[in-house]
């Protein structure tokens, strides 16, 4: 079977999510084969994941130094990886680094490169969301080893329990920058909105008061989320915005508490698996893709789903 290259990115604080849902991925389309660079003791650390999904093979690109350089190393070393092995195609994790890796990667070895797929065929032709998730595009690279990143929350996790065989590579790229200093983003109790399953809105019908959305995210044990029109008021920190000009994300369950819908807005969460919309205006565009809808105040709806979900769960 042709190997599926599946690139595991242990420096994002999700290994398991990301890793279980491209390896899934990969079994669809043929061998999965794990790659990660860094040392043994990452290596160590992500084997029972890897594992646990399937991974037929596992390349360890062992370099103490390699994630204290920008990404051009780690795709220097991938490509010359790829190209020796004979990959059939290379999956990414759709964030911001594993798009950056998979740019450089595409240029290295003269392929094409599809960014946040949604869905994969054997036959290597992917699905994207596109303009605003009112098109489905279907693609297919014709040239070189195919890169492609695959968007957060789009494959549905399978596990297939195995004993993969590990190769590790001595890596000695020679680099010409290197990353002076790095300091982690600090995480919250919360998981990181762009790989949660669950999220939880809030838009101008907050009125600037996030309290009730972060309770009911909180009780449903997902993320917070915001309308650029929540982040631009300064409401929230942009970096929670959910958007075309902030985070794409496809949860399991979207709640949209006080948003409007406007096609910005709608463009980063119309893949979500369900929506569900509180909003005092009957008319408000969001309606139009909502699976459920609630015409309420959200300052009266949302607390009591909140605690109905306590109560269920107590």
Known sequence: MSKVFVFVDHT??????TASELLTLARSIGQAHAV????????????????????SSITLLESGEINNHPSSAIAIALADLAKSQGAKVILLPSTARGKEIAGRLAVRLESGIITDAIALTPELVSTQSVFGGSTLV???????????????????????????????VAVAAIITAKITSREPAVRGARPELSEANIIVSGGRGTDGNFAPIEELADALGGAVGASRAATDAGWYPHSHQVGQTGKT?????????????????????????TIVVVNKDPEAPIFDIADFGVVGDLFAVAPQATAGIKARKG
């Open 249 to 273: 994300v496809s949860p399991a369950l979207y709640v949209a508490c006080g948003i409007s819908g406007a096609i910005q807005h709608r463009a980063g969460m119309q893949t979500s698996k």
């Open 36 to 55: 990660i660079a860094g040392t043994s003791s990452d290596l160590d650390a992500a084997v029972p994941v890897l594992n646990k999904f399937g991974a």
């Open 138 to 168: 279907h693609s297919q690279i014709v040239k070189g080893i195919p890169v492609i990143t695959i968007r957060p929350n789009a494959i549905e996790p399978v596990e297939a329990a195995g004993s993969a065989a590990i190769e590790k």
């Open 12 to 17: 994002n604080g999700a290994v398991a999510k």
